[in-house]
């Protein structure tokens, strides 16, 4: 069994106050069998049922769709303010950013980024018994699941005291984490210190412990599992410019570095990827501000992290690229890509030439540009595409879209959308046969009421339960 979800602490949607740019990540299906019946998270014996999990990671807040099956379209959210920001405000130490997200054995688990304190995050894990008595559509407080300084309702929280745990896979019956370990409030030229990555081994009295192996790079941002078991991943380092790859001693085994790959520019900004389907991973590169003398790219590299090739995206400006995410194909590579500058915004096909190693843009989602996807129903900020999330089958896409800048101390109109492709032989050649908004059967968004803001939704999982 393997769930997962990437994650990354301040999303692209830059501060109006700071004037900074910053980027989250998003995640992938999780799969599980037996079910319960009731709750945020339950889905009747016999029934299939599709969930969208998604962190508002600035708003502090965790939301749950029903994207297939029976139940109401919101399920309802739940509240991780532990830190409470007045009238929604999240300057100083008060936010506590949920991002990593992970739904495996009926249990999903969170990295909170800031609890107990601005420099130390901790993992909380909510069993989908705990939540049975939620699911019409309620904010859950925080008081139904911690008190007095403590969790409670069967909900457990490990302190990982370590600055800014970005990651989160799930793999058999352990958990990893991966450390960024360098503080996203100040300039990216000083994300120099070394990650690491966490592994919590289960332990007869519950509580875990806690192993680490080095990175062997800086600024780890995000992860790609790329295969089927999650005995092989892959690392954007944001710091230094690579990517690192590791594998596990044995099947199943401890995750341990086998090699890296270099990107040979630096100051630029490395931190989405996505796995190519033979091994090897597809790493997105642009320059730290948008520019109009340096390109963006795309590096891929093959499973021995031997440079394939890369290809440069042309343009007025540099392209500002968000998160990537696989597409199952019989006909070769095939990536979804979440395109953010403002005038091309868009959700882009990929496909990959393993020959050559080039990749190019071979088809777009053209129904959300034409429909008005990227429209806020208030503000004064245009969306922008951020989060993917693909199914099982590669038929149905989660996209969470934010705000192009949102303040401390105001409301965002983001949105989350379910879309669905035609079953076209090559993704290449797919259209959108519909979409939804799911958020719009959530609370809609009120200026006077923050639990109520979507200023960025910024870490999207699909959690498919049942048979």
Known sequence: MLALALAACLPDNPSLDEGTAESGESGDTGETGGTIAEGLFGCPAGERCTLVIVSQTIDDRVEVYSAAGPGPRYRGAIDVDLKPN????????????????????QTLHL??????????????????????????GELIPTS????????????????????EPLSLLARGDRLHVGVFANDLFVPEALWTNPSELLELVPTPDGSPTIESTALGCAGAWSFAVLDEVGDRVAFACDGDEQMVLFAAESPGGKLVPECSGDIPFSSKRVRYLA????????????????????????WWFAADCALRGFTELEGATSWDLRQLAALPSDVGP?????????????VLVLAGDPSSGSVSVCGRLDALDDEGAWLAAGGAEPLQPHALAVDSEGRNVAIGVGPASYSD???????????????????????VSSWT???????????????????????????ELGP
């Open 275 to 298: 796995a190519d389907g033979g091994g090897g991973a597809l790493v997105a590169e642009q320059p730290a501000i948008v520019s109009n003398t340096e390109s963006s790219r795309l």
């Open 334 to 346: 095939r990536w979804l890509l979440a395109r953010a500058d403002t005038d091309e915004r868009g």
């Open 409 to 431: 101390a105001a409301p965002g109109w983001g949105t989350v959308l379910w879309v669905e492709l035609d079953d076209a032989d090559d993704p290449c050649d797919a259209s």
């Open 144 to 163: 139904a699941w911690f008190e007095a300084g403590a969790t409670t309702n069967e909900v457990t929280m490990v302190p990982l005291e370590r600055l």
């Open 86 to 105: 007045p009238g929604g405000n999240i300057a100083g130490s008060n936010l506590d950013e949920p991002y990593g997200l992970a739904f495996v054995g």
């Open 437 to 463: 908004e799911l958020s719009a059967s959530a609370p809609g968004v009120d200026a006077m009421v923050p639990q109520t803001w979507r200023r960025a939704p910024d870490i999207v999982i699909i959690a």
């Open 111 to 136: 990295l909170l980024g800031h609890y107990p304190a601005r420099e130390q995050g901790s993992l909380v894990s909510f069993p989908a018994t705990s939540l049975s008595a939620w699911g019409n």
